[in-house]
């Protein structure tokens, strides 16, 4: 049986069959025919999550791992608008999803009646497309137009990046009806738009013959090995690729831990690191350090390679986008880029050199602080970890110990909220075997603590709060403390504690106050495979900023 709604049944069953399984429907009536249509599907995998910000941020997670779009969906009103940070992260971090929300009837919509907002395009300004289902679906044509529009939305999902898409659906009531009959649908396929891959590559090696001073910078990006070892050829031939954590690359080529580096990059020697040609591709750049330092030193040209064409002129010098996949332009590349000379990658490699020598100098002379749990922590995460990083200090701290194959890196970095890393972390866990370890603030794990009211952690899934009592970050930037206002409206300092949320939602719990403390929960924590596992570690929060700091002054050279 399914939902008597022709247009709902009609959505499930192209669901299914253009290869998708999982949706996460939340809790209400409006949304009735959904359930039926696609629960009742025994090719599909339906899940329920109360709450939506929430379930979006968990669907985030799965679609990361599976590369396949995920669907939420949900009630009319207040609750479509809760699925919109994660749409937002889901669109710069260019993660597939499938929105779909339940409406009224368009001959309801502001009329006085319950649980309505305006839900026609809702999202418009951070979805990659929004459309809306007919309500009846009586003849033919509106049959072909209702195909049309739900093959469109599911093919945009991945193309020609992949993104978020809402579909809204107005039903009718009543709403719970069944039938046994099943609506059939076409499925169409995208047309792709054939790329004229001779004509800029052609482009792109002519640049390249012309100048020495080459950066690549790889912005946020899964991993992908066969592209990293394309990368490390051409790293090979003295280009200098800068990467972070987030990257996901990892070579001992590769100008990995950026902060270290451009933090001593002195006024008089920054034309020594100032490329002529820069070439960035993937997500969003965690570093400020060096956004700031490729303003003041900027390159003569920047490209920027894209799948969608979509420019990204972070450095006020963007000269060309190319419409294409990076590993296609670097696969063409290395045939004919010639090796340059060995200066300008000797002065990035030199000083990543004596910058590592002089970090490892500096982490033994230190007391118990955030610094020094990171590097604990990093050292002694087993093989294999998918490490999620929250906003604001782990994913920056993680960039000053450079990249470490042993990990798959993730973070919300699309537009690096902190509402959603603990649901993300737990999306992942739920559809992957291997082990998730989120490393998150306390703010952001309180922020988020919804994250633990579903049915779906599995013992994968190892969450770690450092709780420096607020937000680090702010006792660390320029700013807060001078404004008077530091405790109270920047860090929120608390005393705030995970344990009993740990225990309402059934996860052991660890912790630490100081370092011996920290080794004997660690071990227990890591090792503790019945259930998912919290373990809170507490840092000291004046230390924490005054050791960092003392850190980029140490690294001087
Ligand atoms: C939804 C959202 N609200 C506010 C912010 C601004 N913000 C960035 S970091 C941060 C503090 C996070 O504190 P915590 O999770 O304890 O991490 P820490 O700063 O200590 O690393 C805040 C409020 C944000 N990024 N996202």
């Known amino acids: 049986m399914t939902s008597d709604k022709k247009n709902v049944s009609l959505l ?161 009531e009543p709403l719970y009806g069944l039938t046994k009959e099943v609506m059939q649908a076409e499925v169409i396929e995208i047309e792709k738009e054939p790329i004229n891959k001779e004509q800029f590559i052609n482009e792109l090696a002519d640049v390249c013959w012309k100048y020495d001073k080459i950066l690549i910078f790889a912005g946020q990006q899964q991993k992908d090995e066969e592209f990293n070892t394309l990368l490390s050829n051409i790293a090979a031939k003295n280009v200098v690729v800068l990467s972070e954590t987030t990257s996901n690359l990892t070579n001992e080529k590769f100008m990995d831990c950026i902060d270290n580096i451009i933090s001593t990059i002195h006024k008089d020697e920054a034309s020594r690191f100032q490329p002529e040609l820069l070439v960035t591709f993937g997500g969003q750049v965690v570093s400020k350090m060096v956004k700031q330092f490729l303003r003041d030193n900027p390159p003569g040209e920047h490209w920027h390679i894209s799948p969608s064409g979509e420019p990204m002129d972070t450095y006020f010098r963007l000269k060309r986008t190319l419409t294409a996949k990076p590993n296609k332009v670097f696969s063409e590349l290395i045939k004919i880029l010639p090796e340059k000379s060995s200066v300008y990658f000797n002065t990035w490699r030199q000083r990543k050199e004596l910058l590592v020598q002089r970090k490892n100098k500096y982490l033994v002379t230190i007391p118990y602080t955030d610094l020094q749990v990171f590097d604990f922590l990093l050292k002694h995460l087993p093989d294999h970890t998918n490490l999620h990083l929250g906003n604001s200090t782990p994913v920056r701290y993680s960039q000053l110990f450079g990249s470490d194959k042993k990990f798959t890196y993730f973070s919300n970095r699309g537009v690096s909220g902190i509402d959603g890393q603990v649901s993300t972390t737990a999306g992942n866990a739920y559809t992957d075997k291997e082990l998730h370890v989120l490393i998150t603030g306390d703010l952001g794990f309180l922020y988020d603590s919804n994250a633990l009211m579903n049915h779906y952690l599995k013992p994968n899934l190892k969450i770690i709060v450092i709780n420096n009592a607020g937000g680090g970050i702010f006792r660390f930037i320029d700013g807060p403390e001078q404004s008077g206002h530091l405790e109270t409206f920047f860090e929120a300092k608390h005393d705030w504690r995970a344990e009993k949320i740990a225990e309402a939602f059934s996860l052991n719990y660890y912790k630490a106050e100081n370092m011996d403390q920290l080794v004997a929960s660690f071990a227990n924590f890591i090792n503790d495979q019945k259930v998912p596992a919290v373990l809170e570690i507490f840092t000291p929060n004046k230390k924490n900023a005054e050791i960092l700091k003392a850190y980029f002054e140490f690294l001087k050279v």
């Open 12 to 172: 499930a069953g192209l669901f299914v069959k253009k290869g998708l399984s999982d949706i996460i429907i939340s809790p209400g009536s409006r949304n009735a025919p959904i359930v039926i249509a696609f629960a009742n599907k025994p090719e599909v995998n339906a899940l329920s999550i109360v709450d939506e910000r929430s379930a979006g941020f968990f669907a985030l997670g799965m679609a990361q791992q599976s590369g396949k779009a995920v669907a939420v969906a949900c009630t009319s009103g207040s609750a479509a608008l809760n699925y919109a940070p994660a749409i937002a992260e889901a669109y710069y971090q260019k993660i597939p999803l499938l929105v779909l929300t339940a409406d009224r009837p368009p001959e309801l919509i502001e009329r006085g009646y319950g649980q309505i907002i305006r839900q026609k395009e809702v999202y418009k300004n951070y979805i990659k497309a929004s459309f809306e289902l007919p309500v009846e679906i009586e003849d033919e044509d509106t049959l072909k137009e209702a195909t049309q529009t739900i093959n469109n939305a599911i093919n945009l999902t991945q193309y020609p990046e992949p993104g978020p898409v809402h579909i809204n659906i107005p039903f009718r």
